[in-house]
């Protein structure tokens, strides 16, 4: 049978003087997102107080809760993780901000581990104002792989309707680029996205596009060797592995010429050079997923926000399409999980083997 109870979402506030509670509140106003999941906010009860006021935002609705088992289907819950007396300080970077956005975060992880909460949205934080000696990650994706991937390697994934950008180096100095870009790190990073995109996106022969990491995919050695020495052999190794795996492409003409719509991926070197054409194509809807993990997270791919913060002048675009996201992945993954849990055995002989037949009488299988 089905599991048919609303998946329970966490949310964590991120930088309390960034737009995360604008955004939050503003995706939960709709009364229909509860139709559709029960939502559990780490933070504070009295920060969405200040915000929802100070912003000008219809009331929503919040009960109190201490644990997310309390969390009731057609609510949304509030789980109070900070001090009362917090500082807000919209638009200002500031350590006890920091300190508040860890404070949820590592609530909310904890929850996730033990089955409290299905999924975990993340609002932004300063990845400068949370480091702390609890804290030394360069962001959420590090900081999730560490806690919840019980070894397992991440992935950031940058997600639209029409596009779908992973990273090979994420929150890396520019200058330490090129000495990551190996070829055991592409073909890691194929691998979990190939993967991902079929349990998690539900495309079951994807297409990746490799982007080179030197202009006009370094022009036959002459701009930069990266694409014959180290890109191009990963590709075949991964296609060696079943992994339908094309390029290395140069990113300019990629993108400018609309060919990621051929492909149900991308795969970019570094950091700026995935994002800055997905956030141009897909600023306001866009998706950051971390792929790789026993666990689903999503957040909104903008970041604190602090020159609008305290305005009401903030999009709830991209975090209602990070909830909406985290959800279809759950499920998804659960599909994935269920289809192909008990694969089916060989059936056919071959000359001169011993073949088990495979008795189709006996169905011991689990229906729905």
Known sequence: MKDNRKIKVGITHGDINGIGYEVILKALEDTRMTELCTPVIYGSAKIAAYYRKGCDLPPVNMAIINDPSAARDGEVSIINVVPEDTRIEPGVASKVAGEAAFIALERAVADLRNGGIDVLVTAPINKDSIQSDTFRFPGHTEYLEASVGDGDKSLMVLCSDSLRVALVTAHLPIAKVSGAITR??????????????????????????????????????????????????????????????????????????????????????????????FKTIAMESGVNFTAGLPYVRTSPDHGTGFDIAGKGEASAESMREAIYMAIDVYRNRNDYSHAYRNPLRKQYFEKGKDNVVLDLSKDDSDHD
């Open 184 to 277: 055991e790190a592409i073909v890691e990073k194929l691998t979990i996205f190939d993967k991902s995109l079929k349990s998690d996106f539900a495309r079951y022969t994807p297409r990746i596009a490799v982007l080179a990491l030197n202009p006009h995919a370094g022009e036959n050695g002459l701009l930069g060797k990266e694409e014959q020495e180290v890109i191009s052999p990963a590709i075949e190794e991964a296609r060696k592995a079943g992994i339908l795996a094309f390029g290395p492409y140069a990113a300019d003409g990629f993108f400018g010429s609309e060919a990621y719509l051929k492909f149900d991926g991308v795969l970019a070197m570094y950091h700026d050079q995935g994002l800055a054409p």
